[in-house]
């Protein structure tokens, strides 16, 4: 479906051409001002950053043709951006490979998550129910996934996508790949799926209910509502079907649990650990691999890996073809055992048995409003006391634990909760 305006060759030359010339004035003006300040482009970061993207812009308009793209489409949406530097530092700095374990699936795996799924497994249950016949995934793990993604719907993300895109197609590693992403955010809007100023996001470009990228939306979005578009951002029945979709895809068998937390043995050799080395069920079973809650594991020739996330002190797991499908989604071992953790526990299950190997553990979200809300009292300026512990909540806390005599690292963990609670007691 494509909703773009019609206009006449001639309407799109004129277009086309003002915008170029629009390009061209902001590269212009960014050097006339870096002149008569009597500075070089370069002794500025901010204007040596206009000055590159002006120019990529304009690389990236002369292959946007060739990409499926209308010169009237790219100009229309492109004229007006600035890039956003903030992002290409998030490239190396992605929570589910920098926070430790325990602070990650102590957020996204709580109470309220799981009070939270429950009430969208049955609001939406009808819809699950012709999902999960169309696509043979089951309802739990789909708003698991949507859990996890977008809190149900209530975090989108809020970087206009084109913004970012066009950033990280011009600057740091991987601008190929973000090129990519770029140019289908364009044919997504030029298609007329989504508008665009609802495609919002992550700052690497993921946008909607379960988040996902542009190219996999062209690639595996449904229209399951019948509207006539593939819309993740305000059709919940597009998103959770395209989720399943997703998993369907990348191997979900639902003849298979994803996995089960399991006890190893004293002096288990856990050389031959992690998500890829899979052998039979059997030949676990015959190591002295059991099942931590006394299940049957499954028919002894299915593959199966041994995964330690926190190394041979933490929770052990055998997770099989299913838990590589939830990875495929996310590319963190972190991220798929969280959506497989909540999928769990949306069933009814229980939480890990086996403790995290720390004195410290983290916190779940009312607890972490619970220590913001405590930090405010004292004075600190942190903003809402919303769960989120962004820069502020970490100097605050890091200028409170000094005062305490704790470590002053700024980790909101139960050790830091546990002292600023103490010390109102005081």
Request: hydrophobic share 45%.
């Given at each position: 479906m494509n909703t773009t305006p019609h206009s006449s060759p001639s309407q799109a030359a004129v277009r086309a051409s003002v915008a170029?010339?629009?390009?061209?004035?902001?590269?212009?003006?960014?050097?006339?001002?870096?002149?008569?300040?009597?500075?070089s482009v370069f002794a500025s970061p901010s204007l040596a950053s206009e000055v590159a993207f002006a120019s990529c812009l304009r690389d990236l308009r002369a292959e946007a043709a060739s990409k499926g793209v209308t010169m009237a489409t790219f100009d229309q949406h492109t004229t007006a951006l600035a890039p956003d530097m903030a992002v290409v530092g998030f490239l190396d700095a992605q929570p589910e490979f920098v926070t430790p374990i325990w602070d990650y699936m102590a957020g996204l795996v709580d109470a309220e998550r799981v009070a939270d799924?429950?009430?969208?497994?049955?609001?939406?249950k009808d819809v699950l129910a012709q999902v999960a016949a169309?696509?043979?995934?089951?309802?739990?793990?789909?708003?698991a996934v949507w859990g996890v993604e977008s809190n149900f719907g209530r975090n989108f993300g809020s970087r206009p996508l084109l913004t970012s895109l066009s950033t990280l197609s011009c600057f740091g590693r991987r601008q190929p790949f973000f090129r990519g992403e770029f140019f289908t955010t364009l044919k997504i809007i030029q298609e007329g799926h989504v508008a665009p100023e609802r495609l919002t996001g992550s700052w690497a470009g993921a946008f909607g209910h379960t988040q996902f990228m542009p190219s996999t939306f062209m690639r595996l979005a449904v229209d399951f509502d019948g509207d006539g578009r593939r819309d993740l951002v305000d059709s919940v029945p597009d998103a959770l079907a395209s989720t399943a979709n997703f998993l369907?895809?990348?191997?979900?068998?639902?003849?298979?649990?994803?996995?089960?937390?399991v006890?190893?043995?004293?002096?288990?050799?856990?050389?031959?650990?992690?998500?890829?080395?899979?052998?039979?069920?059997q030949q676990w079973a015959a190591r002295g691999v059991k099942r931590i809650d006394g299940g049957a594991l499954p028919p002894g020739q299915t593959p199966a890996g041994l995964l330690l996330p926190a190394g041979a002190d933490g929770p052990a797991f055998l997770v099989t073809r299913n838990f590589d499908a939830l990875y495929s989604y996310n590319a963190a071992e972190s991220y798929a055992l969280a959506i497989a953790h909540l999928s769990d526990r949306l069933r009814g299950g229980a939480a890990f048995t086996t403790a995290w190997p720390t004195d410290d553990p983290g916190l779940s979200r009312a607890e972490r409003r619970e220590l913001?809300?405590?930090?405010?009292?004292?004075g600190h300026?942190?903003?809402?006391?919303?769960?989120?512990?962004?820069?502020?909540?970490?100097?605050?806390?890091?200028?409170?634990?000094?005062?305490?005599?704790?470590?002053?690292?700024?980790?909101?963990g139960q050790k830091a909760l546990a002292a600023l609670r103490a010390a109102v007691r005081d």
């Amino acid at each position: 479906m494509n909703t773009t305006p019609h206009s006449s060759p001639s309407q799109a030359a004129v277009r086309a051409s003002v915008a170029a010339t629009s390009i061209r004035k902001r590269s212009q003006a960014v050097l006339l001002a870096s002149a008569l300040s009597g500075l070089s482009v370069f002794a500025s970061p901010s204007l040596a950053s206009e000055v590159a993207f002006a120019s990529c812009l304009r690389d990236l308009r002369a292959e946007a043709a060739s990409k499926g793209v209308t010169m009237a489409t790219f100009d229309q949406h492109t004229t007006a951006l600035a890039p956003d530097m903030a992002v290409v530092g998030f490239l190396d700095a992605q929570p589910e490979f920098v926070t430790p374990i325990w602070d990650y699936m102590a957020g996204l795996v709580d109470a309220e998550r799981v009070a939270d799924g429950q009430a969208m497994l049955a609001q939406w249950k009808d819809v699950l129910a012709q999902v999960a016949a169309e696509y043979d995934v089951d309802p739990a793990t789909v708003v698991a996934v949507w859990g996890v993604e977008s809190n149900f719907g209530r975090n989108f993300g809020s970087r206009p996508l084109l913004t970012s895109l066009s950033t990280l197609s011009c600057f740091g590693r991987r601008q190929p790949f973000f090129r990519g992403e770029f140019f289908t955010t364009l044919k997504i809007i030029q298609e007329g799926h989504v508008a665009p100023e609802r495609l919002t996001g992550s700052w690497a470009g993921a946008f909607g209910h379960t988040q996902f990228m542009p190219s996999t939306f062209m690639r595996l979005a449904v229209d399951f509502d019948g509207d006539g578009r593939r819309d993740l951002v305000d059709s919940v029945p597009d998103a959770l079907a395209s989720t399943a979709n997703f998993l369907k895809r990348a191997g979900w068998n639902s003849a298979l649990p994803w996995g089960f937390e399991v006890a190893l043995p004293a002096g288990f050799d856990t050389s031959e650990a992690g998500r890829r080395n899979k052998q039979p069920m059997q030949q676990w079973a015959a190591r002295g691999v059991k099942r931590i809650d006394g299940g049957a594991l499954p028919p002894g020739q299915t593959p199966a890996g041994l995964l330690l996330p926190a190394g041979a002190d933490g929770p052990a797991f055998l997770v099989t073809r299913n838990f590589d499908a939830l990875y495929s989604y996310n590319a963190a071992e972190s991220y798929a055992l969280a959506i497989a953790h909540l999928s769990d526990r949306l069933r009814g299950g229980a939480a890990f048995t086996t403790a995290w190997p720390t004195d410290d553990p983290g916190l779940s979200r009312a607890e972490r409003r619970e220590l913001q809300t405590l930090l405010i009292a004292r004075g600190h300026d942190i903003g809402e006391a919303d769960g989120m512990i962004g820069s502020r909540t970490r100097e605050a806390l890091k200028a409170v634990q000094a005062e305490l005599g704790l470590e002053p690292d700024g980790r909101a963990g139960q050790k830091a909760l546990a002292a600023l609670r103490a010390a109102v007691r005081d």
